[in-house]
């Protein structure tokens, strides 16, 4: 993490274009707003778009927007998010699921910085930076013709790749004073600490959903302040996980990147 912290320093003042590849929940987001917060682009929108949540017809017109009349429903225009993360950033979060119509009409964006709305007859100029996710092995994408080559060496101009939490158990006890600290102030709650029962657990799970998963945990907590049941679900994944064999977790030491 540390050489993910370098990285996003030497790219953050430039404007290139940045892939973020790691597993779900381990924090792309956080480095994607971390480059937008120390980039020239600060005081600029971030918008953020989830490329998996939408179909096809409806992630086009969110991306580039619409004329009125462009569509049965389109009453009137709406720009997209390309132009409102004009001056900016935008992240395109599961780069890897858009189509393949959607991918040439995204690469001559980042050529040109150019695009036209959908049912519009005039190109639009925009002056944005471009981030983009994805947890899929998009090399492996590109060989199987699923993912443009053109495309992807276009977006891949520096690659960061964001190591699962699995990896960087050292952070664990961190993110626990961090996630605990953040809800019980939400919550307006007072939470009792952690057993060393309960901690040595959450060290030594697998956390298949990375950070986001140790988050969600540790806001059950607060809310519900019940460590037995928590204590109880991580018993019986740690029981089958890998790490049951390797005894012990790792040396705890302090990491500089949160």
Same mark, same amino acid.
């Given at each position: 993490?540390?050489?993910?912290?370098?990285?996003?320093?030497?790219?953050?003042?430039?404007?290139?274009?940045? %892939?973020?590849?790691?597993? +779900?929940?381990?924090?792309?987001?956080?480095?994607?707003?971390?480059?937008?917060?120390?980039?020239?682009?600060?005081?600029?929108?971030?918008?953020?778009?989830?490329?998996?949540?939408?179909?096809?017809?409806? %992630?086009?017109?969110?991306?580039?927007?619409?004329?009125?009349?462009?569509?049965?429903?389109?009453?009137?225009?709406?720009?997209?998010?390309?132009?409102?993360?004009?001056?900016?950033?935008?992240?395109?979060?599961?780069?890897?699921?858009?189509?393949?119509?959607?991918? #040439?009409?995204?690469?001559?964006?980042?050529?040109?910085?150019?695009? +036209?709305?959908?049912?519009?007859?005039?190109?639009?100029?925009?002056?944005?930076?471009?981030?983009?996710?994805?947890?899929?092995?998009?090399?492996?994408?590109?060989?199987?013709?699923?993912?443009?080559?053109?495309?992807?060496?276009?977006?891949?101009?520096?690659?960061?790749?964001?190591?699962?939490?699995?990896?960087?158990?050292?952070?664990?006890?961190?993110?626990?004073?961090?996630?605990?600290?953040?809800?019980?102030?939400?919550?307006?709650?007072?939470?009792?600490?952690?057993?060393?029962?309960?901690?040595?657990?959450?060290?030594?799970?697998?956390?298949?959903?990375?950070?986001?998963?140790?988050?969600?945990?540790?806001?059950?907590?607060?809310?519900?302040?019940?460590?037995?049941?928590?204590?109880?679900?991580?018993?019986?994944?740690?029981?089958?996980?890998?790490?049951?064999?390797?005894? #012990?977790?790792?040396?705890?030491?302090? +990491?500089?990147?949160?």
């Amino acid at each position: 993490m540390h050489r993910v912290k370098e990285i996003i320093d030497h790219v953050a003042h430039t404007d290139v274009t940045v %892939l973020l590849q790691g597993e +779900s929940g381990v924090g792309k987001e956080v480095v994607a707003r971390s480059i937008h917060r120390n980039s020239f682009r600060k005081d600029g929108p971030f918008i953020k778009v989830n490329c998996a949540a939408l179909p096809e017809e409806l %992630l086009e017109s969110e991306l580039f927007g619409y004329e009125k009349g462009a569509f049965t429903g389109a009453y009137r225009q709406k720009p997209g998010k390309f132009e409102l993360a004009g001056g900016g950033t935008i992240f395109l979060d599961e780069i890897a699921e858009i189509s393949p119509s959607l991918q #040439a009409k995204l690469l001559q964006v980042l050529q040109d910085r150019q695009f +036209s709305r959908l049912g519009g007859k005039m190109d639009i100029r925009v002056d944005v930076r471009v981030l983009v996710a994805t947890n899929r092995d998009i090399d492996e994408a590109v060989r199987k013709g699923h993912f443009r080559e053109d495309l992807y060496f276009r977006l891949n101009v520096v690659t960061i790749t964001v190591p699962p939490l699995r990896e960087r158990r050292q952070e664990i006890p961190f993110l626990i004073e961090y996630f605990l600290d953040k809800y019980s102030k939400k919550y307006i709650k007072k939470t009792p600490p952690l057993s060393e029962r309960m901690t040595k657990l959450l060290l030594q799970h697998r956390w298949p959903g990375n950070v986001r998963e140790l988050e969600n945990v540790l806001q059950r907590y607060v809310v519900l302040c019940d460590e037995d049941a928590i204590i109880g679900e991580l018993s019986t994944s740690f029981t089958n996980s890998p790490e049951a064999k390797q005894g #012990a977790p790792p040396r705890m030491r302090r +990491s500089g990147f949160l």
